[in-house]
């Protein structure tokens, strides 16, 4: 009893197979059920397991005995149980037939052992197969995530490799005197890169907004950018009529974005 009460998840999970197949002991049972009353994951995983159970039960071939076959077993025991007075006209059939009975007996066993054997490894097997395909999701995830990468990389050296792309440094102000940021952009199709390192964290409900300075002093909006770990690496278009900025900012302004600059700027570079 004691040992049961220590078991763990992990064990009682290891036991949903043989429960889904009916094959636990009783006190098995018991201290599964048990964990079931208090594990949403286990019991979602057992009512699966016996619907496939089910399912899988559906499709193996029915390896209870045929009636007649029944019958003659049942007969059998019968006579074997009356009294030796009762039964002695059957002895001589009897005698003649035990070895018959017995390998039918120990095949029909052999034969449900053998189903419940293949309904198990069907069971693992589709467990398996439900741990694989959430590990292909996750190596999918992976793979996109490098594609990204890697078009980000091409696409930033087409860019900086184009005769009429612009190179602009920002620097950090006083607010954060350690940010650096380089924004590249071709200034004939407005495609730019911006990276931005050691910025404060974006706080919750903020974004950094990029604006561009035009030479009336004016500062048109531009996209806004949230820097989880005080990284920006993004890119984004330029539009025609800011191109020709005189200078560009990131300031910290509320997340969605604002018409004119309302918070601190925190970097700044000119457009030589
Ligand atoms: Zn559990």
Redesign the pocket.
Known sequence: MSRMKRMK??D??EMLELEALGVLDQAQSEALRR??E??????A?LRELRDTAAMLAHLAPPIAPAKETRARILERVRRSRLSPAESSASEEAITASPPRSFWLKWGLLAASLVVIICLALLLILWRERQRLSAELAQAERTERQLRTELDRERELRALLAAPQTRVIELEGTQVAPHARAKLAYDARTGRAILFATNLPPTPAGKAYQLWFIMSSGEAMPGDVFKAEKGDIETSFFIPPIARNAKAFALTLEPAQGTRVPTGEKYLLGSNS
């Open positions: 998840h992990e009682f999970s964990h079931l208090e594990c949403d994951v286990c019991r995983e």
